[in-house]
């Protein structure tokens, strides 16, 4: 499978980053980062080092995004970008070998999906503003494209934005870029969405954490855990900051779809007012294939699989 993998330099981007690097049938073509949970000049130097450490030795291009989006993410998340690309464990070589092009971002995705043999599947971890930029520049790309598989969205009545001027109904992805996510709606790419209805099943927890301790012999493993020390776990209740692992299950639903459930849903995406974001059930919206559930345990049980073997 061709996989163009576009992140937004969250601590699970890396992760999801490391688990596609890892799987047999994912033939990564590209990968971008666009700077929206993360900084950018860290979060593209991370993947890099993600590549020449963990990625058998492969040559992935890696694009820099010059998409900005409406509603910024908060500092003291994006600030993770820093922390992960300084870990000892991505410096121990004193060079990075990966090649980073010039060209931006969305006319990376556009030239590796004309160039690419066969239809490409998308893989966006971050807001689409790339996606909707290059759907706009280059609109014959979509007959190339197989899928997106998208982390983002949600048709639970609570998402988790939490910010002055918002009602609290979108997921942050959507939210970041609302008319991007309506420009790809407005697309005709099958998607797959990895909503909060099922990343909500899968936070970081203890026993979690305290697994990957104990496997920390696999240096793979060991940087998980490392990445997963620098933020907040789920304890007693779920919080604002509290860690899930959205993108990883993500990455993971590529390389193997039969740890979830999934459903057809038509919607909708406001981009207006208190609810801009949000994604909204409507009969008369376009379907989306909706991730809705995960079997949780198989889920951390293929990922640590996939990371023993690094
Ligand atoms: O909304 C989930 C998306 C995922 O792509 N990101 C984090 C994942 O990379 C935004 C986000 C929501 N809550 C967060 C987020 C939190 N508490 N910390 C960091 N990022
Ligand atoms: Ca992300």
Request: hydrophobic share 40%; net charge negative; aromatic share 10%.
């Amino acid at each position: 499978m061709n996989v163009y993998f576009n992140h937004d330099g969250g601590g699970d981007d890396f992760v999801a980053l490391l688990l596609l690097l890892r799987m047999p049938d994912v033939r990564l073509t590209g990968v971008s980062v666009i700077p929206a949970d993360g900084y950018l000049e860290p979060s593209v130097q991370a993947s890099c080092k993600i590549i020449d450490r963990f990625g058998a030795g492969d040559e992935i291009e890696v694009a820099r995004s010059d998409s900005r989006g409406k509603n910024p993410f908060p500092a003291a998340w994006r600030i993770m970008s820093f922390y992960v690309d300084a870990l000892p464990i991505l410096n121990e070589a004193e060079r990075i070998d990966n090649p980073i092009v010039p060209l931006p971002a969305h006319r990376h995705l556009i030239q590796k999906v004309l160039e690419t043999e066969g239809k490409t599947t998308l893989v966006f971890t971050g807001p689409l503003t790339d996606l909707a930029r290059a759907l706009d520049e280059s609109p014959e790309i979509e007959a190339r494209i197989e899928r997106l598989v998208w982390m983002g969205g949600t048709f639970l009545p609570k998402g988790n934005v939490e910010e002055p001027e918002h009602d609290g109904t979108a997921e942050w992805n959507a939210y970041w870029d609302p008319e991007a996510t309506a420009r790809v709606w407005a697309s005709g790419i099958p998607i797959d969405l990895v909503a909060l209805e099922s990343t909500n099943r899968v936070p970081l927890t203890l026993d979690v954490r305290d697994a990957w301790a104990k496997l920390r012999r696999h240096e793979a493993i060991d940087f998980i855990g490392q990445c997963y020390a620098l933020v907040p776990p789920l304890v007693f209740f779920e919080t604002n900051s509290t860690y899930y692992l959205w993108d990883v299950l993500t990455a993971a639903y590529v390389g193997k779809p039969d740890l979830v459930k999934t459903k057809t849903v038509r919607s909708i995406v406001r981009t207006d007012g208190f609810a801009q974001g949000r994604t909204q059930e409507d009969p008369e919206g376009r379907p989306v294939n909706l991730v809705y559930d995960v079997d949780r345990d198989g889920f951390f049980g293929y990922m640590t699989e996939l990371l023993k073997q690094a």
